[in-house]
């Protein structure tokens, strides 16, 4: 149990396009899931927090007009990277919350999209 | 979140149990202790965690001192495959979880 999936693992675009990365939560209902950037050596980052059915709440220095983040469902998330440069060129990671018998949160997360800006 | 400090990178030889040790001195009461792995090139993957009893599951245990003060995870016969990255994190609601630099478990053939 406990899967999420990422659509898709990686992709190439030209610069200046836009890219769609879903996240879905495949056999639990996920109220809350986030999305982390990753680049080459470092730890994994927090861009921003996808609540379902409202605004989604980023990180400082995480532009919300260029990541577009919508969380239409429990189970599916979906991040736009607009207007990508170079510079967005990074592993984009999700992952979904799920509630534990005693109430504490697991974080399970995406296999990752590896997005190269060309 | 409670600060965690764990060693930078350790061996272990294939076939080996692997414990790798994590200390939370300023845990409070109510943060459970989570460990994560990564693995090159692929998404954190969750391995166990716990607030007070040890824990164990079909991946590895989990083991903290009585007074929660530091944690070890036991991989309880390592093989090439746990080669990867292992993040303890302490941590409690429902918040985004931060992620320190780990151990580098290098699994020896």
């Known amino acids: 149990g406990a899967v999420v999936s990422q659509h898709p693992s990686w992709v190439i675009c030209k610069s200046g396009t836009s890219v769609k990365i879903e996240c879905r939560s495949l056999?639990?209902?996920?109220?809350?899931m986030f999305w982390y950037r990753q680049f080459p050596k470092q730890s994994l980052m927090l861009m921003a927090t996808s609540n379902e059915g409202s605004k989604a709440t980023y990180e400082q220095g995480v532009e919300k007009d260029k990541f577009l983040i919508n969380h239409a469902s429990l189970t599916l998330s979906t991040l736009t990277v607009t207007s990508a440069h170079p510079e967005d060129s990074s592993f984009y990671i999700c992952s979904a919350s799920s509630i534990g018998l005693a109430g504490e949160e697991t974080q399970y997360f995406g296999p990752g999209t590896r997005l190269l800006v060309l | 979140d409670a600060k965690t400090t764990q060693p930078t990178s350790m061996d272990c030889a294939e076939g080996r149990a692997a414990n790798l040790p994590c200390n939370h001195s300023t845990i409070s009461g109510n943060e459970y202790v989570y460990w994560y792995r990564q693995i090159h090139s692929q998404g954190p993957q969750y391995i166990i965690h716990g607030l007070k009893n040890n824990e164990t599951n079909e991946m590895a245990s989990l083991i903290i001192t009585e007074d929660r003060k530091s944690s070890t995870l036991i991989l309880p016969h390592a093989t090439l495959r746990d080669t990867a990255v292992y993040y303890c994190i302490v941590r409690t609601g429902r918040r985004a979880l931060t992620f320190g630099s780990g151990t580098r478990l290098q699994v020896q053939p």
């Open positions: 056999d639990f209902q996920a109220t809350t």
